[in-house]
């Protein structure tokens, strides 16, 4: 799943089921760096089994889009009259893309399934990361296997707002 429209009730309904278990302590920092997490949702094929996806999300540094690089001036990009100039962002990857000028990289995704209950098995997952002193692993508890991405939007979107609103 490349895309999905944000505005469509099935996928809020994803959304706001997706409960982030624990989001790493350390935030968003100048340059290049990633954040690991483990993704846990429910087999829908067997409810007493769960699917565990461990990846990393790369993060950029800041970037600048030029409208030139776009051939358009910023007229054609942004309303003058709301844009802020001091307007920063951020690429987070986390999947293929074949669109240019972006670099998405998988350093690693495994997936594997695990004979417990999701439920059951986040909360187990959850005490080995406090007992590793792992500060880095955020833990996602994902309602639908297939809608990983959706539930991933989430996760990445609780780190951005906990760095932008402080």
Request: hydrophobic share 35%.
């Amino acid at each position: 799943m490349n895309f999905y429209d944000r505005k469509s009730e099935f996928f809020k309904d994803i959304f706001a089921k997706t409960a982030i278990m624990r989001k790493p302590i350390t935030g968003i920092v100048s340059g290049y760096h990633q954040l690991p997490y483990i993704l846990i949702a429910p087999d829908e094929n067997n409810d007493s089994h769960a699917i565990e996806i461990n990846g990393k999300i790369n993060v950029s540094p800041k970037f600048i889009i030029s409208p030139g690089m776009i051939r358009e001036s910023f007229g054609d990009v942004f309303d003058p009259e709301t844009f802020d100039k001091d307007l920063q962002g951020r690429f987070f990857s986390f999947a293929y893309s074949n669109k240019k000028n972006i670099k998405i990289e998988s350093e690693y995704f495994k997936i594997k399934n695990v004979e417990e209950k999701a439920e059951e098995y986040i909360k187990r997952v959850l005490d080995q990361l406090m007992g590793q002193e792992n500060i880095n692993t955020g833990l996602i508890f994902g309602p639908q296997f297939k809608y990983y991405p959706v539930s991933l939007d989430r996760f990445i979107n609780e780190i951005v707002e906990r760095e932008f609103n402080v």
